[in-house]
């Protein structure tokens, strides 16, 4: 089992930044097995939707939406995986959860671990 906690979130102004982290925790099998992590986000009347995920070699996917102001990274030896956010406009705005899964497709298909989800409201 591994259980995720995030921190980070809060409020800030359009064209401001934000860095959200994700620490994972249990035992060190489980957490070796989640070879993808990263962002999902949720705004009030939506679905869930990917932000962005990395795997553990390095390479990263990106919604449309947030590519050149977004930047995900992993910290194998620390597990944890944090969201720097650039730019970011009032359509940020939203609950992110970070999670954790042994694949990508793993993720989209629901079969992961999820964190509490922290609150991003961008506004002025």
């Known amino acids: 089992q591994v259980q995720l906690v995030e921190s980070g979130g809060g409020l800030v102004q359009p064209g401001g930044s934000l860095r959200l982290s994700c620490a994972a925790s249990?035992?060190?099998?489980?957490?070796?097995?989640?070879?993808?992590m990263g962002w999902y986000r949720q705004a009030p009347g939506k679905q869930r939707d990917l932000v962005a995920i990395?795997?553990?070699?390095?390479?990263?996917n990106y919604a449309d939406s947030v590519k050149g102001r977004f930047t995900i990274s992993r910290d194998n030896a620390k597990n944890t995986v944090d969201l720097q956010m650039n730019s970011v406009k009032p359509e940020d705005t939203a609950v992110y959860y970070c999670t954790a899964g042994a694949t990508q497709s793993n993720i989209a298909a629901n079969r992961a671990y999820w964190g509490q989800g922290t609150q991003v409201t961008v506004s002025s």
């Open positions: 249990g035992s060190t099998l489980a957490i070796y097995a989640m070879g993808a």
């Open positions: 990395i795997i553990k070699g390095g390479s990263t």
